[in-house]
């Protein structure tokens, strides 16, 4: 079995049979507002507020 595809199976692919589907996203990421209210609800100091960035800036 060869790595790479076969050309012609994949020319004469049909896209139109495949299904429309809805992407929903099951796990967002937590906003930055909703990060700075849980780390003030900790105690913690939120990095923002100490006008970081990456690390080493």
């Known amino acids: 079995?060869?790595?790479k595809p076969d050309m012609a199976?994949?020319?004469k692919?049909?896209?139109s049979?495949?299904?429309k589907t809805e992407?929903?996203?099951k796990n967002p990421l937590p906003s930055k507002e909703?990060?700075?209210e849980q780390e003030?609800?900790?105690g913690g100091v939120v990095w923002h507020e100490l006008?970081?960035?990456a690390e080493g800036e």
Do not use: N
């Open 1 to 3: 079995m060869s790595d």
């Open 9 to 11: 199976q994949i020319e």
């Open 13 to 15: 692919f049909d896209k």
């Open 17 to 19: 049979k495949l299904k």
């Open 23 to 25: 992407t929903q996203e």
């Open 34 to 36: 909703i990060l700075r």
């Open 40 to 42: 003030k609800a900790r």
């Open 51 to 53: 006008g970081g960035g």
